[in-house]
């Protein structure tokens, strides 16, 4: 494909998922909720991946490979982040959010919820989904050894990601463990293993497709995603809650390691 024709590609598919994107911004104002967009954000990097595929002539098994892989992450980490969404209601994250920008610009609820969540997850959606957009691309060269280095640790992060999340998911099911912090299994090396994980699937990803030339330009993916996940809405964010919630966060702040798994500091 020439320059001009990924251009294309890519313009299409962000059209698509904007498009998609205000649809289901349609069902947040009746439901008066923009919570659900968590659950969205996976399937509409797989949607991506899918409308990429009939529209380029790549590598069979680099396209299968890499539709394979995030079709795993996505149908899981949706149905984990659905059901959480179903059984807690709204996040609170997300009504701070939008009601901090309806009193400060005052601004209804639908035009708060398209112009400052909806959209913008269209756009970062899109832009995180460029290896699996651009890795689809070239007919050269095969799989090679990058690639499968890609492909394991792209497996590693689901398997990391979901076993925190099953871990979290079992730590709070149980009523002795209100108000505490889990620091056992993977969250005794790493205060977010579920955005370890995360970032270890989309750097495979990249690995996946940087083996093409077009594929080698998505880095901007894993990287955006990486600082967002470290610097942005996701540590940060998450810890700024739950340090107003459990009084010992701050101890477990202090031993464990905030991304990268590390051995816990000894007191």
């Known amino acids: ?75 899981r980490l949706g149905w984990h982040l659905l059901r959480r969404w179903r059984a807690q209601g709204a996040d609170g994250r997300y009504v701070v959010l939008v009601e901090r920008i309806e009193q400060k610009r005052g601004w209804s609820f639908p035009c708060t919820a ?28 095969a799989l090679g050894w990058l690639a499968w280095a890609g492909a394991g640790l792209a497996v590693v992060g689901i398997v990391f990601e979901s076993l925190g999340d099953a871990q979290l998911a079992a730590f709070k099911r149980d009523p002795a463990n209100r108000g505490k912090v889990l620091d056992t299994g993977l969250w005794r090396y790493t205060r977010h293993p579920n955005y370890f994980g ?25 990287l955006f995603l ?10 940060g964010v998450t810890e700024k809650a739950i340090h107003k919630s459990r009084p010992g966060y701050a101890d477990y702040v202090n031993r464990t390691s905030a991304f990268i798994p590390w051995p816990p500091k000894r007191a």
């Open 1 to 75: 494909m020439s320059i001009t024709d990924i251009a294309g590609l890519l313009g299409l598919n962000l059209l698509l998922i904007v498009g998609v994107m205000t649809a289901l911004w349609t069902l947040a104002v009746r439901l008066k909720d923009v919570s659900f967009i968590d659950a969205v954000w996976p399937m509409a990097m797989l949607l991506l991946a899918l409308a990429t595929w009939p529209r380029t002539d790549g590598d069979m098994a680099r396209k299968a490979l890499l539709l394979t892989l995030v079709a795993v992450w996505a149908l």
């Open 114 to 141: 398209l112009v400052f969540v909806f959209l913008p997850q269209a756009v970062l959606a899109w832009l995180t989904s460029l290896p699996v957009q651009l890795g689809q691309v070239a007919a050269q060269p």
């Open 198 to 222: 995360d970032a270890c699937v989309w750097w495979g990803l990249y690995l996946i497709a940087a083996e093409t030339g077009p594929g080698l330009w998505s880095i901007a993916g894993p």
């Open 226 to 235: 990486t600082w967002t996940l470290t610097r942005w809405s996701g540590i």
